[in-house]
């Protein structure tokens, strides 16, 4: 008996045959659980929750490693629970790999697929003798005998191996056909790939499809090797005019390719690819000038969908095949935040639906009575663990949960490994707790009380002491740090209220909150609700949804027809301009406090 | 006064003031004369015929290099002719540099300008703060606005260099749009050029045009370089079996890539290119295998006109530019073909004409009451000096024309240059002229008498004695080489009368024969109806266009109507295969007598 499992947050869906472990199928779908044991039960790393469905009953390792107290949440060992039938699982962040965590899914319900790449198995008659039509007329008449389809042009690689692929195999193909041009032929037995992109400033995640059924084959994530020339765009932007593009397109690329060669063996099967980033990663990707994205008034070079041969990007690919970039909104607002939406279906809800994408830029997208409005603010680093003097990525030992019991200071750690700094959840949750515990006040003050103390420079609150972390001295939050968390937050709250207030209603009138993105699906929105960075919403209307930008790249790979909704999105936002919203200065400056608004 | 200067057979046209000399003009419109004294009327190589107008009265200098017979037959000195009005010149082949008589262009009159790429000059409006359209979507809405183009895409390096040309020339810009697609934009004083490519087995000749006036403005041409890898067709085939095609790719391009330089100091402003060549020649620059051309059925890649970006073949362009390949008629019949029909308008005829191009592969095409049949028949090297004792190209010294007087052999070389060996037009001359001496009789054998020996392998006829020629030992024709010019002779014969059998009519219904391409237009066609190879028709009806197929090649450049001819064209033709035609063996049997048919 066939069972299917969800796996949520990723949104990944797969099937396996009744009695299979957990952790094999995960592994199977290409997740990667954190694992020390080798399945034995011992290491306890493979903790997840079953949401919905039976499984087999505990074993006894489970009950030493999770207590029954766990157990009876629902929390079990993938390598030790054996899947009986549909059942729905909830993956706790301290369970998956880092790189695992870098690429993270959204949910994806029943995206449709109808590939804008046709696929063909073409089987043709061999020229005889005294028969003069080429190889190629030969194939396109095929196409339209046999499916009806008029190839008006080949791609000049097709060309170069339809010759000598038709004669070895005996006058079978398989015929990738985009529009009217042939992009890609092939042996019979070799099925087409397509692969969906999500460039960050920081993270570059990729998603593998297996183009004949749509499956999902396989997710990975990389750190964007232009963080050496640079923490943010502005930093790529001033290297770039210095040094020009050409440096950050190579490094990018060259990343990417790494990337694609850990996710499939063969990227010559890779028939489309598609793009989504912001406006700067997409302008250092195709090699285009960035210096007037850097100053007013923030002129891209082009906004619209883009299609390029992979080729001309030195991306590997099937030689024909071309790369999708969805099309931006504005200079600040890039294909990612399209590709955000169109994953979280904010563009078709009657609803009045918030969408956040938080980062060093977060973008916030506002669907009322069918109108979309975005707005990008200028956020800052703080988020993303810079500029907080033991702040860090979410790297294995970040501290991501920080909860006050009285004097004591409970931190829980990416991967639970040793602390090593803080990351950004960690610091909302930080400032949100010390606030509620009364040591900060509501401008941000570090009071004088126990764990508060002078390090010379600033009052600074300490976390982890050297003795009990990894890195041997103490883990603090500075009083800067708080300033940095409340400028980043009070960026984010007004962006909000900047969109609300166009739509001429309050946050109450607001039905649900989709916080999407890597790091907004670690924060916990009560921490980020309580220091005002959102809006005092029931806990319910927060949903929190992993990479959407992925996932939408994902869609317009899988569907012609959701490129075609992408591309109706970037025309139908209408752009706010935080700077010129009436009030901007006002707001801002009573979002800083705590909670402020 | 302007005046305007016909250079037959070229058939370039040169506008010029009164009074200007001829050689200026010549050089001023890239006729490459031969001049050994810089212009000063002593060396009288650049000796051409007046055939209509008038000029200045000789000079002193004529008279003594030319006489006064020869004056009075038209004859001037380029370099001491001035221009009184409107002139028609001829020409002599042996006024020509070598270069110039590679690229040798056929007449062309009033081409039509209706260019596929079409050039438009924008003026825009810079972006003002909080305008947020992008660079490119600015450009298009400009194009719409300002002439109703609608732009969809652009291509990948004209976004790469659109933003810094756009702000560097006050938001100007010349646009250069192809169907729907931006392939080029440039400063608004950078003109368009065109390149229209004729690529032979043995050379290549090149052609630009100013794709704003559509005026010619230079021609050149070189030896093809795959020459070092094999002199005919099958031998490259041979070489590719090999060794693969991307070495013979690669000296391709790189010639072409130095004929272009030679041509034009600023490739990158070349918008558009165009190539004829034979299906080998065809395959080889796409890198396209070849093996399925060299043996039963002759399959080609593809038969159909391409256009691939000029960047992917790596040849010197604009770098957004397309290469228009034109299409070919069947594996042995290539674009080059298309072209010559097209050029010489045999397509567009209620006449009955016959077209023929010689080379080691000739092509022949017959009109008869609107159809089109065309042939190809294997020659053989013979016709262009290959495979005869003492052969060799059209280079100078090269005997070009032979004839007896007596005993006394006359011979001109090209260039007048000391003899060196003898060349296609040579040999036929020689046969002729042997057989009207009656030296050899019907059956092609050297009889013995005056200037016959045997050299101890064979019979051959002395031309020139080693004393008064380049080389040393004596220039003959060689039993042996009789019998590869009636061969080749019976070859191009068997072909036509395939032809004018398969439409079933006499020679008697040719109303004109027309011979194209460099070989064919020094031959002497009384000659080749001496020695049997062209039917005894009246002399008129035969015309020497020159290279018809490289003046194809720019018609196509310079127009898209005249594309979407060629491409009727290339399925309007029938392909009769020789070998298949009934009584091929006999009549090809026959046609090995001098005359034979």
């Not at 899947?83 to 870098?102: F, G, H, K, M, T």
């Not at 994953?343 to 009657?350: E, M, P, Y």
């Not at 703080?382 to 030992?397: K, P, T, W």
Request: net charge neutral; with cysteine.
């Amino acid at each position: 008996m066939p069972c299917c499992v969800a796996f949520e947050p990723l949104g990944i869906h797969a099937d396996c045959v009744r009695g299979t472990l957990l952790h094999e199928v995960a592994r199977n779908t290409g997740i990667a659980l954190l694992s020390a044991c080798g399945g034995s039960g011992t290491c306890g790393n493979c903790r997840m929750k079953i949401v919905e469905g039976t499984v087999s009953s505990p074993t006894a390792q489970e009950y030493e490693k999770l207590g029954i107290q766990e157990i009876e949440q629902g929390y079990r060992l993938a390598c030790q629970t054996q899947i009986l039938e549909n059942i729905r699982v909830y993956l706790p962040p301290a369970s998956l790999a880092i790189d695992q965590r870098l690429s993270l899914a959204g949910p994806d319900r029943a995206a449709p697929f109808d590939p804008l790449v046709e696929e063909k198995q073409l089987i043709m008659q061999p020229p005889l003798a005294y028969n003069y039509q080429a190889d190629w007329e030969r194939m396109a008449a095929g196409l339209q005998s046999s499916y009806g389809i008029s190839a008006a042009n080949p791609d000049l690689t097709v060309l170069q191996r339809l010759p000598v692929l038709l004669r070895e195999n005996g006058w079978r193909a398989r015929v990738s056909i985009r529009k009217t041009e042939v992009i890609d032929v092939r042996a019979p037995h070799q099925s087409p790939l397509g692969l969906a992109l999500d460039i960050g400033t920081s993270k570059i995640a990729g998603y593998l499809v297996d183009m004949e059924s749509g499956t999902s084959i396989g997710m990975g994530g990389i750190i964007n090797p232009q963080i050496a020339y640079g923490e943010d765009v502005i930093q790529r932007i001033s290297y770039a005019m210095e040094q020009g593009v050409q440096q950050l397109q190579k490094v990018l690329v060259a990343g990417i390719n790494n990337l694609i060669e850990k996710l499939c063996s063969n990227p010559q099967r890779i028939v489309e690819t598609t793009v989504v980033g912001n406006t700067v990663m997409h302008h250092l990707l195709l090699g285009l000038p960035v210096k007037q994205l850097g100053m007013a008034p923030y002129t891209a070079a082009v906004r619209g969908a883009l299609e390029v041969k992979a080729r001309d990007l030195n991306i590997c690919s099937a030689p024909g095949a071309y790369i999708y970039l969805l099309p931006a909104i504005a200079g600040f607002i890039g294909s990612d935040h399209v590709a955000m939406i169109l994953a979280t279906r904010i563009h078709d809800t009657s609803k009045t639906i918030l969408g956040i994408d938080i980062g060093t830029n977060t973008e916030i997208v506002l669907a009322h009575r069918g109108a979309l409005w975005s707005t990008s603010c200028a956020s800052g680093p703080a988020l993303e663990g810079g500029n907080i003097r033991c702040g860090v990525r979410s790297v294995a030992g970040a501290i991501e949960r920080i909860r006050l019991h009285g004097s004591e200071v409970i931190c829980e750690t990416v991967n639970g490994a040793r602390a090593i700094g803080i990351c950004g959840s960690g610091s909302i949750d930080a400032v949100a707790e010390l606030f509620r515990a009364d040591i900060i006040n509501s401008r941000g003050q570090l009071m004088s009380g126990p764990g508060v103390r002078h390090n010379g420079k600033e009052k600074e609150f300490i976390l982890v002491p050297g003795a009990e972390n990894g890195i041997g001295e103490d883990i603090t939050i500075t009083q800067k740090d708080i300033q940095a968390i409340q400028l980043a937050k009070a960026a984010v709250r007004t962006g909000i209220e900047a969109l609300l207030n166009n739509a001429n209603i309050t946050s109450n009138e607001i039905d649900e909150v989709i916080i999407t993105g890597g790091f907004g699906t670690y924060i916990d929105p009560a921490s980020a609700i309580a220091i005002g960075m959102f809006p005092d919403l029931q806990r319910e209307k927060f949903k929190q949804v992993g990479n959407a930008a992925g996932i939408g790249a994902r869609r317009v790979l899988m569907s012609k027809s959701q490129r075609s909704i992408a591309e109706q999105i970037s025309s139908r936002v209408t752009y706010i301009e935080l700077m010129q919203h009436p009030g901007f200065s006002k707001t801002f400056a009573r979002a800083m406090y705590i909670p402020g608004l």
